[in-house]
């Protein structure tokens, strides 16, 4: 499903100058998720806005936070354990969210990974699989068994 702020936008679907490599790349993934369309098209409809002027400037914690301002994201929790997100989010709207997993330390330590947390009755995670690699020569796991109970999660939205 696409997301209304798509509504009546002609996508560019070519790919963007200045673009990390998909698997180092989880916020475009994140924000591709939450518009319900691909990276490239998510991308190149930000730098049209003006919200970027570049792909890599999605690598910018000051430029995702305008990113999530002009989408509307309402802040739901900020660097909260993942096992209270888990439960609260049963409570807010059906939708789709983006989500940083700091780590037990939280935004302090620098070193976040953007998700998308789903709700559609139930709570689905999509995250970038490749990041979450035990080694080259092991299959990559799902998101959600990366995400410990301890990790400080920040959560926006929902998108609609």
């Excluded at 990276?39 to 730098?47: D, H, K, R």
């Excluded at 409570?91 to 947390?117: C, E, K, L, Q, V």
Aim: aromatic share 8%; net charge positive; glycine share 12%.
């Amino acid at each position: 499903m696409v997301a209304q702020v798509l509504s009546g936008e002609a996508l560019d679907n070519s790919q963007p100058d200045d673009m990390l490599p998909y698997d180092k790349n989880c916020v475009a993934m994140t924000f591709s998720r939450l518009l319900g369309v691909g990276v490239y098209p998510t991308i190149n409809f930000m730098i049209r806005k003006g919200w970027i002027t570049k792909a890599s400037d999605l690598e910018n914690d000051t430029t995702i936070n305008k990113v999530i301002g002009k989408l509307n994201l309402s802040t739901r929790y900020t660097d909260t354990p993942w096992e209270t997100v888990k439960v609260g989010m049963k409570g807010m709207p059906d939708g789709r969210y983006y989500a940083t997993n700091w780590g037990p330390s939280g935004s302090s330590g620098g070193n976040g990974h953007a998700f998308a947390i789903i709700k559609k009755g139930g709570l689905g995670v999509y995250g970038n699989n490749q990041e979450v690699k035990q080694a080259a020569s092991s299959a990559s796991r799902p998101y959600h068994q990366a995400i410990h109970a301890t990790h400080k999660i920040s959560v926006y939205g929902p998108i609609l």
